[in-house]
């Protein structure tokens, strides 16, 4: 605190301070996420008497607010996308794994559905999905992964994905889970409940568990589109043989792993308090810097110990 402050108003505990100081862009994410200010007017800072610091500042957030976190954005996941690609032969498709998370509880305004690579860890793509775009909040997840998958073929990378498959982003996950849960442990069991999804699409349900709706119901009308194209069925099949579930499905027999897509959401909790709600241009700002921060220090080695 300035020694004149200190003489001449004793009992003063903080100063509601509202002047900006120019200072270097860092280029660490998180130090420019420290030093980001959302300008003049719209932040106010608390300073410490004891030690001249700023004690925390309440960033009003602005609209129109951008001091390049999306460019920062952009090129993180693109440098991303790239490295993953690059850990391929066949230089034309990934694996990835995706996960959502609700804005600040479940029924929340926003919702984030992340894609994170599976030999690089990093994020490839993290969609923000309001209630704007779909007013059940439920239906979020599969929203934002529909996107991600249109958003990667776009860029000419996942070539894995025909419109027979479409409508079965989600019911496919579901049926991973399931054959997880169902496979009693035994990882060739896994592997043919996997490849069972297929024929099940194809309405051919011999091999489906006598559990299952489609066994035990005899007027069974699939919910979604039968694939009879061979290249849909071709796609479908080599996305289950790609995965790291069919690959090694004896690490999957117990549990699934999820600790990449659970920690980025760890991350992402720091960057948007769950407390907040925040106006859709803030929440984005804060889901691009998590993005950068995550992609900036993934697998990274210790540096302390
Ligand atoms: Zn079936």
């Known amino acids: ?13 903080s100063i ?19 030093t980001w200010s959302n300008n003049t007017n719209r932040r106010i800072s608390f300073v410490s008497k004891a030690f001249g610091v700023i004690l925390f500042n309440w960033m009003v957030p602005y ?7 999306d460019e920062e954005y952009n090129d993180s996941i693109e440098t991303a996308l790239m490295e993953e690609v690059g850990m391929y032969e066949d230089l034309t498709s990934i694996d990835i794994m995706t996960d959502a998370r609700h804005g600040w509880r479940k029924n929340a305004k926003d919702s984030s559905v ?7 860890h990093k994020v490839l793509k993290c969609e923000h999905i309001t209630k704007a775009d779909d007013f059940v909040s439920q239906r979020h997840e599969k929203l934002g992964t529909q996107r991600i998958y249109q958003n990667m073929s776009i860029k ?38 996997l490849i069972n999804v297929v024929e099940h699409y194809k309405n051919n349900h011999t091999k489906c568990h006598p559990d299952s709706r489609c066994k035990r119901d005899l007027n069974y009308e699939p919910k979604r589109s039968t694939i009879n194209k061979p290249i849909a069925e071709k796609l479908l099949l080599g996305v ?10 004896d690490h999957f027999v117990l ?51």
């Open 156 to 193: 000419q990378v996942g070539k894995t994905w025909s419109e027979q498959l479409e409508d079965k982003v989600e019911s496919v996950a579901t049926h991973f889970h399931w054959a997880i849960r169902n496979c009693e442990q035994n990882p060739k069991e896994l592997k043919d409940l």
């Open 16 to 34: 509601i301070d509202c002047f900006e100081v120019f200072i270097q862009r860092p280029s660490q994410v998180t130090a420019r996420a420290q």
């Open 63 to 69: 609209e129109n607010d951008n001091l390049g976190q």
């Open 240 to 249: 289950i043989h790609k995965s790291v579930i069919f690959k090694s499905p």
């Open 255 to 305: 549990a699934r792993d999820t600790s990449y897509v659970e920690s980025f959401n760890n991350t992402m909790n720091m960057f948007q308090d769950k407390r907040i709600v925040f106006s859709d241009a803030n929440y984005n700002t804060r889901a691009c810097l998590a993005v950068c921060h995550w992609n900036e220090n993934v697998d990274r080695g210790f540096t302390s110990i």
């Open 1 to 13: 605190m300035p020694t004149v402050f200190k003489q001449s108003y004793r009992r003063c505990s």
């Open 114 to 120: 992340v894609a994170i690579g599976e030999k690089m």
